[in-house]
Every structure is written in structure tokens, then in C-alpha cells.
């Protein structure tokens, strides 16, 4: 039994409040008027402590903490190859409505931990290589590259930091389930616009015409039917289950290889060479697919910090 399985137990008896609360945030999340019906909490106990227990295990095996600054830009490889400038280091920071929000939280607070995760991008660009011994031009080479730089879940330790990452990843695999019941719901009101289409066929249509439209119409009532069963409160249990019992087809960690030179060129060669360089991609969170990494970040409080993290916030507010 995993470690949240011994601490909130199989049975209603050992239920702690941290179990409770987290039903209650699935629950409320996706349907509220759930808490009404007979299988609260105890149906969702085990759909939900699977999917917790899996977001700490996710958060806990994101790679870092790694220092960021400008001497790790210079110094770390792994830093350098993720921003294009010493400049974008602290951007980032600067440009972040979340540090924004913590540094007016804590303003006495000199260090911070958080998750940043940014997207990866691979062009084509022609360049210079040494072939052998011969330097050739025009040579394709693929250039791999960040942006979207985004700070999240900033906390004053590692351990905060990943908690808070746990529980935005549990929100997330709880935003799935809510997708899939709101995918019905788009796809009951498309049969309803499909049924009245038919049923103006019908009464436009010749006898010969008729039977084939009847016949359709009598599929699309059936399928409205099904569609409609589907969306009873009785029947959400089955996408809490759908999702939350199996939480490493919907959101997970994949791991990238790659030799990078220190102008972000892609090197084909082997991976254990020096240059080589492992990406974590999150694959699942939202819509797109993000490079994450735990940061830490120290000496916040100097006042040129300061100064630019609240020029950043005025700008957002404009």
C-alpha cells in the first residue's frame, strides 16, 4: 500500500480530514450537486486517493532543484541550453504573476523554490560544421530552443513547493474528468440540433423519402437517450474512476536525451558524451506539452529585484 493508501486507509473509519478535503475539491470541481447523492464520499475514496497519491509521487520525481541566476547560466549547462540569454534568466521571474503574488505574500523572504516549465521548440537552420577536418557551410542543423518561461507554485522550501506542484497536478487529472462529462454534454446538444433536422426533413419529405429519415431519426433518439443516461449524477462515479484510477495515462513524466553544443545546436552522438543534456517533458497537464524543472532561486531581496518585480506587476496591471 502506498504511502497515501496507509495514510487515509480503505475504510470509512479511517477517513482523515486531508482525504475529505481532497473529495470535496475533486467533487466540487467537476459537480458539485455529486455531494447530494448516496455514494458520498465513500464512492470516491479510492478513485481519488489513487490520483493523489500519484500527483506526490509525479511532484517528488521532477528533476531539481536547480539553481538559477547568472552565474548558473555561465556555469550549468542544463541552464543554459533552457534560456537564450543571461538577460531572460531572471525575466522570468520578473515576468511571473505568480512571484508577483508570493513576493507581496512574503515580502520578508530571501529564497524560493517553485516549478518552471517551459515549451521546447526545434527549427531547421543552416550553419557551420566540421566534417571530418573539412569546414562545410550550409549545413542543416537543428537548433532546439525554449520561450514561454512560466513560474509556478513558489514556496520558501523544496518540500512546500513540490506539495503545491502535487496538487495542481491533481487539479489537473480532476480537470479531465470534468472534460469528459462536459464532451457529452457538447455532444447531447449536437444530437438535439441533429434531431430537429430531421424532424424537418420528415415533414418536408415524400413518402418514399420517409422510411430512411424515420429510420434515422429512431438511431438519433436512441443515441440521445444513451447520451443523456450518461450525464445522471449516478453514472459520474465511472469518469472519476476512468481517469483517477489510471492517473499515468492522462498525466506523466517523459525523459529527453540530447547532446547540445552551447549555441543550442543538436549534436547527434552519444547520450553519456559530454553536452548531453535530459529534458523533462509533462505531458498531459494542459494542452500543450511543457519542459518542467524544480527552480531555486536565492537573494531575491536585493532592491534591484525588487524594483523590477513590481515595474513587471505594473505593467501586467496596465
Not at 518552471?116 to 550550409?138: H, I, S, T, W, Y
Not at 443515441?223 to 476512468?242: G, P, R, V, W
Request: with cysteine; proline share 4%.
Amino acid at each position: 500500500m502506498g504511502l497515501f493508501g496507509q495514510l487515509f486507509g480503505n475504510d470509512r473509519e479511517k477517513d482523515t480530514p486531508e482525504l475529505l478535503s481532497a473529495i470535496e475539491r475533486a467533487v466540487s470541481a467537476v459537480e458539485p450537486l455529486l455531494k447530494q447523492t448516496r455514494g458520498y464520499p465513500g464512492s470516491y475514496r479510492k478513485p481519488v486517493t489513487t490520483a493523489l497519491e500519484y500527483a506526490h509521487s509525479l511532484a517528488a520525481s521532477v528533476p531539481g532543484p536547480v539553481v538559477v541566476n547568472r552565474e548558473s547560466y555561465v556555469k550549468d549547462a542544463f541552464v543554459h541550453a533552457l534560456f537564450p540569454s543571461a538577460d531572460a534568466v531572471m525575466e522570468a521571474f520578473y515576468s511571473s504573476r505568480a512571484m508577483q503574488d508570493y513576493y507581496r505574500e512574503f515580502p520578508a523572504t530571501d529564497e524560493l523554490y517553485a516549478l518552471m516549465g517551459m515549451r521546447r521548440f526545434e527549427k531547421n537552420m543552416a550553419g557551420v560544421a566540421l566534417v571530418g577536418e573539412v569546414v562545410q557551410r550550409d549545413v542543416v542543423q537543428k537548433v532546439v530552443y525554449f520561450t514561454s518561461h512560466t513560474i509556478e507554485n513558489p514556496a520558501p522550501s523544496e518540500k512546500q513547493a513540490r506539495d503545491q506542484a502535487a496538487w495542481s497536478f491533481f487539479d489537473s487529472l480532476v480537470g479531465k474528468v470534468k472534460k469528459r462529462m462536459e464532451a457529452r454534454k457538447q455532444d447531447k446538444q449536437s444530437q438535439l440540433l441533429e434531431r430537429d433536422l430531421l424532424v424537418a426533413k420528415m415533414r418536408a419529405a415524400d413518402a418514399q423519402a420517409r422510411p430512411a429519415l424515420e429510420e434515422a431519426l429512431s438511431k438519433m433518439m436512441d443515441k440521445i437517450q444513451a447520451t443523456t443516461s450518461s450525464l445522471e449524477l449516478c453514472n459520474y462515479l465511472e469518469d472519476f474512476e476512468a481517469v483517477l484510477l489510471n492517473p499515468e495515462q492522462h498525466l506523466r513524466l517523459v525523459q529527453i536525451h540530447m547532446v547540445l553544443d552551447s549555441m543550442g545546436i543538436r549534436r547527434e552522438s552519444d547520450a553519456n558524451q559530454e553536452g548531453a543534456v535530459v529534458f523533462n517533458e509533462l505531458i498531459g497537464f494542459d494542452r500543450r506539452d511543457w519542459t518542467v524543472t524544480m527552480v531555486h532561486c536565492s537573494n531575491m531581496q536585493s532592491e534591484s529585484f525588487a524594483t523590477r518585480l513590481d515595474k513587471a506587476y505594473r505593467r501586467l496591471a496596465i
